[in-house]
C-alpha cells in the first residue's frame, strides 16, 4: 500500500512570509501528484497538480517535484491568513483507480 | 466551478436506521468516489466507480453499499447505522479520461452522526 506521509504541524507563519509545506510517498512509480486544500469543516478543493520533475508556479503558489528522493512541496509566497487551512499531498493508489491523501498539514498564517 | 452537491449536509440519527446519503454531479463525468473523512484524519477511500452499473470497494472497508444507475447520480446506503459509521462522507467526481490522475472535485459533505 502506498504512504502518503506530510508533517501534521501547526505551520505557523507571519502574513507576507514563505510558506512552505512537504510531502513524501513511498512509491516510486508515482507519476502525479497534487495539493489540496481544506478550510476547517469544508471538502478539499485542488491547488495544483504536477506530473514532472522541477517546479510548477501557478500564482502564488508554487509545487516542486523531486521523483528521485519520492518528495513534493508546495511553496506559498506572500501568505495571506486565508490560506490558514489543512493541505493535503494526494497520489494515485497502486491499482490507478483513486487518490490517497495524506493527513494533511494545518498552516496558520497570522497577521 | 465544481458542480457536485450532497445531501443532506448533516444528519443525526439513530442507532439501527438505514440512511442513504445522496451525491449528484452535473458534469457528466464517468468517475465517482466515496471519501470517509474522521475529524483531524486523512481521507479514506471507501467506494468509487468507473460509470453506470460499475461500482468497487475501496481501500477502506466499509459496511455501507453504493449504487450507479445514472451518470450523475452515485448514493451511498447504510443498511442499520451504528455509532461507529460516525463521520464525515465526502463526494467526488472526475472525468475519467487518464484513470486516476485527473483532478477530483469534491462536493460539500455529509457530517453523519449516529447517537
Known amino acids: 500500500q502506498k504512504e502518503v506521509e506530510q508533517n501534521s504541524g501547526p505551520l505557523s507563519v507571519p502574513e507576507g512570509a514563505i510558506a512552505s509545506l512537504n510531502c513524501t510517498y513511498s512509491d516510486r512509480v508515482s507519476q502525479s501528484f497534487f495539493w489540496y486544500r481544506q478550510y476547517s469543516g469544508k471538502s478539499p478543493e485542488l491547488i495544483m497538480s504536477?506530473?514532472?520533475?522541477g517546479d510548477k508556479e501557478d500564482g502564488r503558489f508554487t509545487a516542486q517535484l523531486n521523483k528521485a528522493s519520492q518528495y513534493v512541496s508546495l511553496l506559498i509566497r506572500d501568505s495571506q491568513p486565508s490560506d490558514s487551512a489543512t493541505y493535503l499531498c494526494?497520489?494515485?493508489?497502486?491499482?490507478?483507480?483513486?487518490?490517497?491523501f495524506g493527513k494533511g498539514t494545518t498552516l496558520s498564517v497570522s497577521s | 466551478e465544481a458542480d457536485i452537491y450532497q445531501t443532506p449536509r448533516y444528519l443525526v440519527i439513530g442507532t439501527g436506521k438505514k440512511i442513504t446519503l445522496e451525491c449528484s454531479q452535473t458534469m457528466g463525468h464517468d468517475k465517482m468516489y466515496w471519501y470517509q473523512q474522521d475529524p483531524g484524519m486523512e481521507l479514506h477511500l471507501i467506494h468509487y466507480s468507473y460509470g453506470v452499473n460499475s461500482t468497487e470497494k475501496g481501500d477502506l472497508s466499509s459496511e455501507s453499499t453504493v449504487s450507479r444507475i445514472r451518470t450523475e447520480h452515485f448514493p451511498l446506503t447504510l443498511e442499520s447505522a451504528r455509532p461507529s459509521h460516525t463521520s464525515q462522507y465526502l463526494c467526488?467526481?472526475?472525468?475519467?479520461?487518464?484513470?486516476?490522475?485527473?483532478?477530483?472535485?469534491f462536493g460539500p459533505g455529509t457530517r453523519l452522526t449516529v447517537l
Open positions: 504536477i506530473y514532472s520533475n
Open positions: 467526488a467526481s472526475s472525468e475519467g479520461l487518464t484513470g486516476a490522475t485527473d483532478t477530483q472535485y
Open positions: 494526494a497520489v494515485p493508489n497502486q491499482a490507478g483507480t483513486a487518490l490517497i
